[in-house]
């Protein structure tokens, strides 16, 4: 657990560092060219790194079991639920 609390740590840190250069830099990008082709590059880049992670099988054949057991308990209504109403 300790691992994975680090890896987001640094998740997180590059996120809100990295990502106010990227605006910075679309501002004059979307001035010198349009703001449709700026939109356009970023939704170009989008689907192709996410293409290039999904293109890694560990990735494809991740499942969450425990994420389904936890949503198939919760959509089940609780018998204290049923004697409220």
């Given at each position: 657990m300790d691992s994975l609390s680090r890896v987001m740590s640094y998740v997180t840190?590059?996120?809100?560092s990295i990502g106010p250069i990227g605006l910075a830099l679309a501002?004059?990008?979307?001035?010198?060219?349009s703001i449709g082709r700026v939109l356009a590059?970023?939704?170009?880049?989008?689907?192709?790194?996410?293409?290039?992670?999904?293109i890694f099988p560990a990735v494809r054949n991740l499942h969450a079991?425990?994420?389904?057991?936890?949503?198939?308990e919760s959509s089940e209504p609780k018998k204290s639920d049923m004697a409220a109403n």
């Open positions: 840190f590059s996120s809100y501002g004059p990008l979307a001035e010198s060219t590059i970023g939704v170009g880049w989008q689907v192709l790194a996410n293409s290039v992670v999904l079991a425990g994420i389904t057991a936890n949503l198939a």
